[in-house]
């Protein structure tokens, strides 16, 4: 058994297999088997060191990894992991809290519900509200951004602490707040994980139950925890002290929610005698792939460099490719997708595109879209935050909790049947006046006990209260008869007549029929989950919200590209990568110009984006993006030329188009908005992006000098039959031809590629 366990490890990988108890901190770089390591360590404390599969905890980050975990654990294990406990921080928290529901805080019971941002949004904006705070000034969103940071760092709304206006204002909207979701009988995200923390800190009792029973706790991609992470598995390990961790520091990237890779020298300070165990062998890249990688996180100051080789010797050189738009660089993509599949054998599914935000999804999507190579988008707008799939769930939460007022506003007029706003304020005001809660309203109205509204409005409210009540006694028939989802889904649906109501929600046939399948794939989940309790089904689904739409099967679909952003991408391996936006203000996002630690957050993101490529790695930019409606030129990343020329092919990557002076005069001779600045500013100052890095002085000591031999030269004007005259800002080399980029005077044709030889231009001397 221990030689299968350990068969297809290296020495050092075996070495933090078989570590014995205590703690140990596996730390290496991508693709070095830390993943691997952390599951054949599961597989070896069960079938070898004989502990039992319910003493043993894993912590990974998206619901994907857990998935994957647990069933290379049971393959390793043939089957034998019953009582497993593999899953994200927050489904972990989930199912402690539900489990000890006892234990919470008054006000909470066991069906409590899970807000998503949408319903912490909605919820926001009645506590904003109330404040009489303008929107506008601290939106809804900002504040919850104020309140999520405080409980990363675990404190409560009476910890916390003012600094300025703004964090004056989270002070207060957070007491309230968090009064809101106690009455709603819901919890947000993080509360998933500070009341679990709080409850296994404050409550003796569970938290020797669950300290016992953590006999080994196992983190991945630990990099990435925040405060109340580390504190979760600092607690839940108190008691047997076997912990072990596997991360990469130059990995973090989790930032903005409050993670901090600091926490890895924190644990070797909490745990002075953990094992330390290094990997030196990346097993997943080509030494091109390592070696551009490589150079961009080598500019990041404060690591430890580490030392990374591969027995893939060599490789393809990593293509760099320069789009005119957005538009074309998704058809660029396309292209070589099915080149590759064409010429190299890959399969749609070996292939995926990344970027680093979510809004460049949707030109990609197109291009894929009009040639229908099949794809799928990892998180994004996800499956559940659709309009149908929100609606339906939202009648399943009140059936399930109908205190849930947040999910109860959605639902209750919707598909329209006549109670409108004024009904609904009564109808509130008029249980909050009776103050026996909502279950119990809702049975009197729809007995016909009591009427809060007359007239017609007060009809509907009484059918609608039927409704739920009649959904809930399919939902919970009294005895122990487990209820069977589909069919509780199957009258819901029917009931309140939601097929027809799509046309109403829907601009296009198209749109009907789409959100049509979104509910049968609704459907298909609730019946592959048709055993759980509503609760644990509506559990289940708020924690894939967030991060990944349902896994759909199915060999078309599995089959397919694989779309998604660089975060969503961590601890992922694809033969073959596209990262597509590789500009300066998309990555690095335009948020960390100013800000060093972002800068090498930025960094880092890209050296996650490019260690997931097994042997072949795209990246490209367009030269004009419109991304918020307005088509601007965008200048490549400054992380592009970090990496060596000889690693790269394709655009060149000396800063293109344009030298500076050229770019300046473009830019003034057109545009007489601009002030004058000294030409020394460089290119990137004069587009809207506050780019001082970008006009350092090394490169600015990398723009191009025009290629001799060409005949038109940046700086020449010309003039078109058809477009006027313009000015040339840049010209190269196109196979036989030249390729002249010309701006013309007209604002209606801008910016224009040509083709010297068809274009038929004339040079202005
Ligand atoms: P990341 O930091 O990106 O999460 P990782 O360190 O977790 O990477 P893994 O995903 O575990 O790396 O491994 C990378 C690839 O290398 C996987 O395909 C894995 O199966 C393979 N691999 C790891 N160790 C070995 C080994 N000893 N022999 C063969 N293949 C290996
Ligand atoms: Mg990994």
Request: aromatic residues 8%.
């Amino acid at each position: 058994m221990a030689a299968d366990l350990l068969s297809g490890l290296n020495p050092a990988q075996r070495d933090a297999v078989s570590a014995g108890t205590g703690a140990v901190l596996v730390l290496a770089g991508p693709g070095s088997g830390k993943t691997r390591v952390l599951t054949h360590r599961i597989a070896y404390l069960i079938g070898e060191m004989g502990i039992p599969p319910r003493g043993i905890m894993a912590v990974t980050f998206t619901n994907k990894a857990a998935a994957e975990m647990r069933s290379r654990a049971e393959s390793l294990l043939d089957g034998h992991i019953d009582g497993l406990q593999i899953g994200t921080f927050h489904s972990i928290c989930a199912r402690i809290l539900r489990i000890e529901a006892d234990h919470l805080p008054s006000g909470y019971g066991r069906d409590y519900v899970i807000y998503d941002s949408d319903d912490q949004t909605a919820l926001m904006k009645t506590v904003v509200a109330e404040m009489r705070i303008d929107p506008k000034k601290f939106s809804p969103g900002r504040i919850l951004n104020g309140i999520s940071g405080a409980k990363n760092e675990l404190i409560t709304p009476a910890e916390y602490a003012s600094s300025d206006y703004f964090t004056e204002i989270v002070k207060r909207a957070y007491p309230i707040y968090q009064e809101r979701l106690r009455n709603n009988n819901a919890l947000d995200f993080d509360d998933l994980l500070m009341m679990t923390v709080t409850m296994l800190r404050d409550d003796e009792i569970v938290r020797q139950k669950y300290q016992r029973r953590s006999e080994h706790v196992l983190i991945d991609e630990f990099q990435d925890t925040n405060t109340a992470q580390y504190k979760l598995i600092r607690l839940l390990g108190g008691y047997h002290g076997n912990l072990f961790a596997v991360g990469d520091e130059d990995q973090s990237i989790y930032a903005f929610r409050g993670a901090d890779y600091r926490n890895v020298q924190q644990f070797r300070k909490d745990y002075p005698e953990a094992r330390v165990i290094l990997l030196e062998q990346n097993y997943r890249s080509t030494q091109i792939v390592l070696d551009a990688a490589r150079s961009i996180i080598d500019k990041n100051k404060n690591r430890t460099p580490k030392q990374l080789f591969t027995d893939k010797e060599g490789g393809s050189l990593v293509t760099v490719h320069e789009a005119y738009s957005e538009g074309e660089e998704g058809e660029w993509v396309v292209e070589r997708v099915r080149a590759l599949m064409r010429r190299q054998g890959y399969s749609y599914r070996d292939i995926a595109v990344m970027y680093r935000i979510n809004a460049l999804s949707r030109t990609l999507e197109d291009a894929f879209k009009a040639t229908g190579v099949p794809y799928r988008i990892v998180g994004g707008v996800s499956f559940y935050q659709r309009r149908e799939i929100r609606d339906l769930v939202a009648y399943l939460r009140v059936i399930n909790n109908p205190i849930d007022t947040i999910s109860l506003n959605r639902i209750i007029n919707t598909p329209t049947r006549g109670i409108g706003d004024k009904t609904v304020t009564t109808f509130h005001d008029w249980v909050a006046a009776r103050g026996r809660g909502y279950l119990e309203a809702l049975e009197a109205i729809a007995n016909g006990t009591l009427i809060p509204v007359t007239g017609r409005s007060g009809k509907a409210l009484a059918e609608f209260a039927s409704l739920i009540i009649d959904l809930r006694k399919i939902a919970f028939p009294g005895d122990d008869t487990p209820t069977d989802l589909t069919v509780l889904f199957d009258e819901l649906t029917a009931r309140i007549r939601y097929v027809a109501y799509l046309p109403e929600i829907s601009t296009t046939p198209e749109q009907v029929q789409e959100r049509l399948e979104n509910i049968q794939a609704l459907r298909g989940l609730v019946s592959s989950k048709k055993d759980l309790r509503l609760d644990d089904f509506l559990a289940d689904v708020s924690l894939n919200t967030e991060a990944e739409p349902v896994e759909e099967s199915g060999e078309q679909i599995a089959n397919s590209v694989t779309l998604l952003t660089l975060h969503a991408a961590k601890g992922l391996e694809y033969p073959v990568v596209f990262i597509a936006g590789v500009e300066d203000g998309l990555l690095p996002h335009s948020r960390s110009f100013a800000d060093a630690d972002e800068m090498a957050e930025e960094r880092r993101l890209m050296y996650v984006g490019l260690t997931r490529a097994r042997d072949h790695l795209f990246l490209s930019y367009a030269f004009r993006r419109s991304l918020y409606g307005e088509s601007i030129p965008s200048i490549p990343s400054r992380f592009l030329a970090d990496i060596p020329a000889h690693l790269t092919e394709g655009a060149s990557l000396k800063v293109r188009h344009m030298t500076e002076r050229e770019a300046y005069k473009e830019a003034t001779r057109w545009d007489s908005d601009t002030p004058s600045r000294p030409a020394q500013t460089g290119r990137a100052k004069i587009f809207e992006f506050d780019s001082r890095a970008a006009a350092s002085k090394d490169r600015a000591a990398s723009l191009p000098t025009p290629t001799p031999g060409l005949k038109y030269k940046p700086g020449m004007h010309v003039y078109h039959p058809k477009f006027g005259t313009g000015i040339v800002v840049d010209s190269r080399r196109s196979g036989s031809d030249e390729e002249v980029s010309v701006r013309f005077e007209d604002k209606q044709f801008g910016l224009k590629r040509l083709m010297a030889e068809f274009a038929n231009m004339r040079i202005i001397p």
